[in-house]
């Protein structure tokens, strides 16, 4: 989470009401959270001028793919041409843009447009009902809610999805009409959104899941050893910048020591390692998941893990339906650079109510701390320094071992 205070323009051309703000206007304003501007522009050649003027303050500007549309002279009728057009908006000076390309009928889900050039996504869901309910305006004030909490941009933005698919799938009649269900917080796993660079175009294939336990992380195929032997039953080797030669020996040798005590191995990265050597699984960060084959690792039959650190990640990792997910740092940690602040054990327990994943807990996580993590009810537990730098480490995963299978 960062501090945001944020412009965020809705572009709407659809009513005769002329209620432009220019930017002499805008200028005036003294902002002190996000906020939101709706155009409301009856659509002429001069307004269109005057609205460009608007477009180098915000922050983010909303629109749908038909005022895209209009605003750029050009039909759209695949996600490319939304791609191309959402680039050509972008030359018009926002920062971001986020397109509602629900309009896009012949796609089998509700998808959304996100792109503030150098990086991009997609957002989708599955299609409900068509309902004219004001949709857009909600999203955008549900970002601007986010975005007041102080979650990051791309987290407000799958945030507010959720708050938009929950309201349009427990939509109810009053009066003949149908009303948008507002609530608090979403946090139920049917709304979550899966997120992706790339459009999406058919359900991904579903990962068989995995109950991990006590999950070790440790860097060499003795520490594996030793750690089977005190009656781990699943664990992550986690081998950076090893040369080849050595990690080929170690993943090898790791794997055959997951068989011989029948327990599950995850390799971390090497994903055409641990399929060549037949371990149980492959662990993923987020960057992986760019360039691995998912496909390839699906049909190989091995499970997938994957790292999250806020909803954007969550929701990209949703769009792999995973084995597990990872959530993380739940404290401090000095295992691992982090760009993300600790998510503290309330997010973890938000998560536990979000995701139907097995869900890992990760970061920080020392024998004191236990109680309040399996309270939580997750399905993993990861650990490096409790551990590693136990003062006796035999001593310390008997007690991990002790009280989470005790708990089972
Ligand atoms: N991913 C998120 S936190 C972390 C990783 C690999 C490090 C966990 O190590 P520790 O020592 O248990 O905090
Ligand atoms: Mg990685």
């Known amino acids: 989470m960062k501090q945001t205070k944020l412009l965020i323009i809705d572009y709407s051309d659809s009513s005769a009401n002329s209620n432009t703000i220019d930017v002499e206007t805008l200028k005036s304003f003294n902002v002190q959270s996000s906020t939101i501007i709706k155009t409301i522009t009856k659509y002429t050649e001069s307004n269109l001028a005057d609205f460009i003027k608007l477009l180098p303050f915000a922050d983010l500007l909303i629109c749908n793919l038909l005022e895209l549309e209009r605003l750029l002279k050009v039909r759209l009728n695949t996600h490319q041409e939304i791609t191309q057009a959402a680039q050509n908006l972008l030359k018009w000076g926002a920062k971001s843009v986020l397109i509602k390309a629900s309009q896009l009928k012949k796609d089998f889900f509700c998808q959304d447009y996100w792109s503030n050039q150098e990086e991009s996504f997609w957002l989708a869901t599955p299609r409900l009902p068509e309902q004219s309910m004001g949709k857009k305006a909600i999203l955008s004030s549900a970002i601007a809610a986010c975005l007041a909490r102080h979650y990051a941009l ?3 933005i799958v945030i507010a999805r959720m708050y938009v698919q929950r309201g349009l799938r427990k939509a109810y009649r009053e009066n003949q009409t149908l009303k948008f269900f507002h609530s608090t917080w979403p946090e139920e796993h049917v709304d979550l959104p899966y997120l992706s660079t790339k459009p999406f175009l058919k359900w991904s294939s579903i990962f068989k899941s995995c109950r991990t336990g006590l999950y070790p992380i440790v860097d060499s195929s003795l520490c594996v050893e030793k750690l089977f032997t005190l009656g781990v039953k699943c664990i992550q080797l986690r081998i950076k910048n090893a040369d080849k030669l050595f990690l080929e020996k170690e993943i090898k040798r790791s794997v055959f020591l ?5 327990a599950t191995l995850f390799i971390n990265d090497y994903w055409k390692l641990a399929i060549h050597y037949g371990a149980s699984g492959i662990h993923l960060g987020q960057e992986d998941l760019v360039t691995a084959d998912i496909d390839e690792i699906y049909q190989s039959g091995l499970y997938l893990g994957v ?3 806020c909803y954007y990640e969550v929701a990209r990792a949703h769009a792999n339906n995973p084995s597990y997910m990872a959530c993380g740092p739940i404290y401090f940690t000095n295992s691992k650079e982090m760009s993300f602040q600790p998510q503290g054990i309330e997010q973890l327990e938000c998560w536990r109510r979000t995701l139907s994943y097995p869900l890992v807990a990760i970061g920080g996580i020392k024998l004191e701390c ?3 993590i ?7 537990v990861a650990v490096i320094s409790a551990i590693t730098q136990a003062e006796d480490p035999s001593a310390a995963i ?7 299978n005790n708990l089972k």
């Open 307 to 309: 790292s999250t650190h």
């Open 154 to 156: 791309k987290d407000a």
């Open 398 to 404: 008997k007690e991990f071992l002790r009280q989470i």
């Open 258 to 262: 997951a068989k011989k005590y029948q």
């Open 370 to 372: 236990l109680p309040e």
């Open 374 to 380: 399996l309270k939580a009810k997750v399905d993993g």
